[in-house]
C-alpha cells in the first residue's frame, strides 16, 4: 500500500503547480459534470458529487464554474459529452497498471493512451487482465506535521467514524475505509480539525512489486505520462518504491 500512498501524496503537491497551468481544473470540471450527471446536483444526497467540489476547492476553482459544470452535468447547460472509460496493462518490471480516463472521444483516448505505454516500455492488456489485483477502498492520508491529534486520539477518532484500518508511514498517517465511508468518515476528522493531503476512493493494490534504480524511475515517467494527459482521471498501480528514490525519480 505504501507505494500508492507515496505517489498519491506526491500526485498532490504537484497538484497546485498543475492548477496553475488549468489541468487540474479541467480534470475536477470533468469529474463535477460525470458524477451530476450519474448522481444529481445535489451533493448531499451525491457523495461522488460531494468529494469532487471538494477536490475543485482545494485548488480553488471558482464557485462560478463548479456550478457550471454540474448544471452542465444535470442538463441544465449545454456541453460536450464525456464517457468513462478504465485501461489495464503493464508497465515496466511488470507492474499492473490502472487507468480510468473521462473523455469526448473513445477513439483519440485509446490511441493516446497504448501510445504512452508503448513509448515508456509498457503494454495495454485486455478488460480484466490487472483490475483482479485491485480492491476499491477509501484512502484518507493525513501529513504527520499538520494532524492536530496525537497518533492514538486519529487512529480511535477514525475508527470510532467507521474507517476499517489505520497505518503510519514515515510523515503519513493512512486511514483505509469502505468506499462508502470515505466522506463520512472525513467529515468526522475535519470535525476535529484535521485536514487530509489526499481523501479518495482509489483502487488499492492487493500486494505490491517493489522497484529500486532504472526500473524505479521508468515506471515514475510512465506514471508521469499518463497522469499528465488530459482525459486521465487517476492512475493505480502496484509498485512499491522507497522513500529515496521516490523522492529522487519523482522529482
Known sequence: MSGHSKWANIKHK???????????FSKVTKEIIVAARHGGGNPEANLRLKAAIQKAREINLPM??????????????????????TYEGYGPAGVAIMVEITTDNRNRAASDIRYIFSKHGGNLGESGSVSWMFRKTGYIAVDKGDCPLSEDDLM???????????QVEEDTYEVFTDPESLESVREALRRKGVKPQVAE????????????????A????????????????????NFNIPQADMEKYAG
Open 156 to 166: 480511535m477518532a477514525a475508527l470510532d467514524a467507521g474507517a476499517s484500518d489505520f
Open 201 to 216: 476512493v482509489t483502487m488499492m493494490p492487493l500486494s505490491t512489486v517493489t522497484l529500486t534504480g532504472d526500473d524505479a
Open 14 to 24: 504537484k497538484a497546485k503547480t498543475d492548477a496553475q497551468r488549468g489541468q487540474a
Open 218 to 237: 521508468k515506471v515514475l515517467r510512465l506514471m508521469d505520462a499518463l497522469e499528465e494527459h488530459g482525459d486521465v482521471q487517476r492512475v493505480h498501480a
Open 64 to 85: 462560478e464554474n463548479i456550478n457550471r459544470a454540474i448544471k452542465r452535468g444535470t442538463g441544465e447547460l449545454e456541453g460536450v459529452q464525456y464517457e468513462e472509460l
